[in-house]
């Protein structure tokens, strides 16, 4: 226990529309804990307790924390942060982190929807987001799964057993469920409505923009739904690459970036 009171922590912590994230390092880049809890009305409380969850499973405390960074929407309204990133930042160090190649990475959040792509040496050479609509997104997922009164942790499988796609055409997330109860009036199988509902969350990302070359995936819809990456792969025509916990990959980002902020420090060097 003794050596673990003297052990330098490293926390990211990704506050998103739907869940707060939290990656916690030690020196040598190992994730020492993590977790994840649905985001409130009260940021600042929610990331907190989050990290005291997180940390009091492993033993940890705070006074080993030597650096925070927070990112996501409400990065702002974490108090115990010491620094803040963008997100496209922090899923762009956190993927290259398991993947230091050119990449393209695809994120698809609660509320929205990016591509980054990453020269060889992980810097962003570009980077597009969704246009202003849930439509594609981890909400919109959400919204379906309510309306046909499934549970978001059956979706996937279930979406998984059906031999047909009922295509869902539309844009918007409430003419997509318009769209969902018309094919339930024609008795086409639930099934196969999840199944289109998780396809038309492919669609709207691949018209976001190309996507070149190796492909990784991130975000909690892929974390919680697997046949996501499938449909993604077979859309591309080639294989999609995953990291070891996708939803929490901006938080690991956040992390790496709060390491090597104190590590520079420490060696007289600035960011």
């Known amino acids: 226990m003794k050596q673990e009171e003297t052990r ?17 390092l030690d020196g ?8 994840v809890a649905r985001t409130g009305v009260d940021l600042a409380l929610v990331a907190q307790d989050c990290l005291d969850a997180v940390l009091t499973r492993q033993r940890l405390t705070m006074d080993q924390m030597v650096a925070a960074t927070a990112t996501g929407f409400g990065r702002h309204n974490v108090p115990f942060a010491t620094a803040t990133k963008t997100e496209i930042g922090c899923h762009a160090r956190g993927c290259f982190h398991y993947f230091p190649m ?13 591509i980054i792509r990453l020269d060889e040496q992980g810097n962003t050479i570009d980077f597009k987001m969704n246009r202003k609509c ?31 796609t009922v295509e869902l055409g539309s ?4 003419f997509s469920k318009t769209e ?13 409505i999840l199944r289109g509902a998780l396809q038309s969350v492919v669609q ?59 590590t520079q420090s420490e060696s007289g060097e600035t960011l």
């Open 102 to 114: 050119p990449i393209t990475i695809i994120d698809i959040g609660g509320q929205d929807n990016k």
């Open 204 to 262: 709207r990302v691949v018209e976001i923009g190309p996507l070149d070359g190796d492909v990784v995936m991130s975000g909690g819809v892929v974390a919680h739904n697997s046949l996501v990456a499938e449909l993604m792969e077979q859309r591309l025509g080639r294989k999609v690459l995953l990291p070891p916990s996708p939803q929490t990959i901006g938080a690991l980002g956040a992390a790496l970036f709060a390491l090597a902020a104190d």
């Open 28 to 35: 040598q880049q190992t994730i020492v804990a993590e977790g």
């Open 134 to 164: 849930a439509a594609g997104t981890g909400a919109f997922i959400e919204e379906i799964a309510e309306r046909l009164g499934v549970e978001l942790s059956q979706l996937s499988g279930l979406a998984s057993s059906s031999t047909e």
């Open 8 to 24: 330098k922590l490293y926390v990211g912590v990704d506050v998103g529309a739907s869940a707060v994230k939290i990656v916690v």
């Open 171 to 174: 844009f918007c997330t409430v």
């Open 180 to 192: 969902v109860l018309a094919r339930m009036r024609e008795g086409r199988p639930l099934a196969g």
